[in-house]
């Protein structure tokens, strides 16, 4: 997931994209203006990947990158979190959901319309209050039935 963001003088948060929620599912946001991706493995456990700095103002490129350990289900992967290609935080998650995410979940960006993927971080709708110019998703080959 790559967000080419802009951040006012006086800093920014909130929600660049999530999918899911309090039951699994991921975020991509700022909290305190550093930047947080959170995997959400099925309330059962959660990775966190965090930036140590909030972001100065102006315009950052912000990317979220995991590399699954596939062929097969449920595998765990790596991610990386980068600000302006610079890493600023790398986990390895043992495992991943195998299947699907909560059905009673919303895919958003921008906000986040249902319930926090952590309670901790923050209250939904938890808007972006910096200006998002693009957010994309750039998917790579499967490895789930790869033999």
């Not at 097969?72 to 991943?96: I, M, S, Y």
Request: no cysteine.
């Amino acid at each position: 997931i790559t967000a080419d963001v802009d951040v006012p003088q006086g800093g920014a948060e909130g929600m660049i994209a999530t999918l899911g929620g309090r039951f699994g599912g991921y975020g991509f946001y700022l909290l305190k203006g550093k930047p947080v991706f959170l995997y959400n493995l099925l309330d059962l456990e959660r990775f966190r990947w965090e930036g140590q700095e909030a972001l100065a103002p102006g315009k950052h490129i912000i990317v979220f990158d995991f590399t699954y350990d596939g062929p097969g289900f449920g595998k765990g992967g790596t991610g990386v979190l980068k600000v302006d290609d610079k890493e600023v935080a790398n986990k390895k998650v043992p495992h991943t959901v195998p299947f699907l995410m909560s059905i009673d979940e919303t895919f958003d960006v921008g906000v986040d319309t249902r319930t926090p993927v952590d309670d901790g971080d923050y209250n939904v709708p938890f808007p972006f209050t910096g200006k998002l110019d693009k957010v994309a998703f750039k998917l790579g080959p499967t490895q789930l039935g790869a033999k």
